[in-house]
T-cell receptor, first 114, second 109 residues
Framework: NAGVTQTPKFQVLKTGQSMTLQCAQD?????MSWYRQDPGMGLRLIHY???????DQGEVPNGYNVSRSTTEDFPLRLLSAAPSQTSVYFC?????????????FGPGTRLTVL | RKEVEQDPGPFNVPEGATVAFNCTYS??????FFWYRQDCRKEPKLLMS???SGNEDGRFTAQLNRASQYISLLIRDSKLSDSATYLC??????????FGAGTRLAVHP
């Protein structure tokens, strides 16, 4: 199993550009989520999904969209990038909504918005 | 007030030392707590869950004090490889993890 994979590893955008961060898992996990990590702060939840076709907002959803058309994939879209979205983005997955102790994180995407 | 608060450190300790980190949380209804480890520029990885009765995993001991709303992590006989940032985490509903900002540990020879 590849586990949780994220692409790209690094990305530089200009203000106003849009892009999609990819996340995929091959463990047949129902639950997937996106976090961002900024210096001096803990990881903060952006969006999450409890299964295909179901998504919901986390703590910091503004400026981001998600969709979950398959169990495997959970892309995160930046609609119009802003410098405040410069961060490290982590995708995570787990078997079910009741298993917080078995979340697996991807290696992260480091995004810089100029 | 942050939901999960940690001393950012760094804690600089020699090899073989015992070091302890504390973490406080504000939501008294919280049920599940964890310690994650994060190496520089890497993803967080689960170190251990924290149980009310306290639990041990080799050189690591985690404690939960619900009355005072704090969690602790004790590392005995520190190794160079223990150098990392330790994240205190509580689980909200639907597997939402609420992270502290982390405590940095540097173990030196």
């Amino acid at each position: 199993n590849a586990g949780v994979t994220q692409t790209p590893k690094f990305q530089v955008l200009k203000t106003g550009q849009s892009m999609t961060l990819q996340c995929a898992q091959d463990m047949n996990h129902e639950y997937m989520s996106w976090y961002r990590q900024d210096p001096g702060m803990g990881l903060r939840l952006i969006h999450y999904s409890v299964g295909a076709g179901i998504t919901d907002q986390g703590e910091v959803p503004n400026g981001y969209n998600v969709s979950r058309s398959t169990t495997e994939d959970f892309p995160l879209r930046l609609l119009s990038a802003a410098p405040s979205q410069t961060s490290v983005y982590f995708c995570a997955s787990s078997y079910g909504a009741g298993s917080p102790d078995t979340q697996y994180f991807g290696p992260g995407t480091r995004l810089t918005v100029l | 007030r942050k939901e999960v608060e940690q001393d950012p450190g760094p804690f600089n300790v020699p090899e073989g030392a015992t070091v302890a980190f504390n973490c406080t949380y504000s939501n008294s209804a919280s049920q599940s707590f964890f310690w994650y480890r994060q190496d520089c520029r890497k993803e967080p990885k689960l170190l251990m869950s924290v149980y009310s009765s306290g639990n041990e995993d080799g050189r690591f001991t985690a404690q939960l004090n619900r009355a005072s709303q704090y969690i602790s992590l004790l590392i005995r006989d520190s190794k160079l490889s223990d150098s990392a940032t330790y994240l205190c985490v509580r689980a909200g509903g639907y597997n939402k993890l609420i992270f502290g900002a982390g405590t940095r540990l540097a173990v030196h020879p």
